[in-house]
């Protein structure tokens, strides 16, 4: 079975410009969460989607937003980006009723 | 914001030796996982032990949860240089559904 694969592995952006990262889950996982990793901030929960539905969000600005698909891939967007924003994005899916979280390599995002 | 505290932040060790890192937390939880993460990549489960369990064993790993002090501990024994990498508790809170809150983690170098 796949792993979690998330795409692409590394971005470069300059501030003010939008970005758009994917996940692909674990086949026949519903539940895809999204968390950012920084130094200083630790791992934040960003969005958990369920079935199509944001079923849980964290603490971020509307900049940043997500969605999933039927096939439960899903896409998160940072729009206006800040030097700030520069982070390692982890993708995370889950089966139905589990509590274990399988993650992806993440995207590396560099905001200039 | 952060769950919880990790202690010690970095830790050195040499092959064979024993390793041990504790997890604070602050709200109720369902249940604690620890996760490992290798330099800059996606995180992998260890273990999960609930809220109404002490202590749990898999392989080399060691878990005790002490709900009436919030903390957890990880314990890895006859450690290798394999082991090295930075190490997560992360809780799941009774009124946050599937959201995992993370610790700060603790960098484990383990010396062959």
């Known amino acids: 079975k796949a792993g979690v694969t998330q795409t692409p592995r590394y971005l470069i952006k300059t501030r003010g410009q939008q970005v758009t990262l994917s996940c692909s889950p674990i086949?026949?996982?519903?539940?895809v969460s999204w968390y950012q990793q920084t130094p200083g901030q630790g791992l934040q929960f960003l969005f958990e989607?369920?079935?199509?539905?944001?079923?849980n969000k964290g603490n971020f600005p509307g900049r940043f937003s997500g969605r999933q698909f039927s096939n439960s891939r899903s896409e998160m967007n940072v729009s206006t980006l800040e030097l700030g924003d520069s982070a390692l994005y982890l993708c995370?899916?889950?089966?139905?009723?589990?509590?274990?979280?399988?993650f992806g390599s993440g995207t590396q995002l560099s905001v200039l | 914001s952060q769950q919880g505290e990790e202690d010690p932040q970095a830790l050195s060790i040499q092959e064979g030796e024993n390793a041990t890192m504790n997890c604070s937390y602050k709200?109720?939880?369902?249940?604690l996982q620890w996760y490992r993460q290798n330099s800059g990549r996606g995180l992998v489960h260890l273990i999960l032990?609930?809220?109404?369990?002490r202590e749990k064993h898999s392989g080399r790993l060691r878990v005790t949860l002490d709900t009436s002090k919030k903390s957890s501990s990880l314990l890895i024994t006859a450690s290798r240089a394999a082991d090295t990498a930075s190490y997560f508790c992360?809780?799941?809170?009774?009124?946050?559904?599937?959201?995992?809150?993370f610790g700060e983690g603790t960098q484990l170098t383990v010396n062959p």
């Open positions: 995370a899916s889950s089966s139905l009723g589990g509590t274990e979280l399988f």
């Open positions: 086949s026949g996982h519903r539940s």
């Open positions: 989607y369920f079935s199509e539905t944001q079923r």
């Open positions: 709200t109720s939880i369902n249940n």
């Open positions: 032990i609930r809220s109404n369990e």
């Open positions: 992360a809780t799941d809170e009774e009124t946050s559904g599937s959201r995992l809150t």
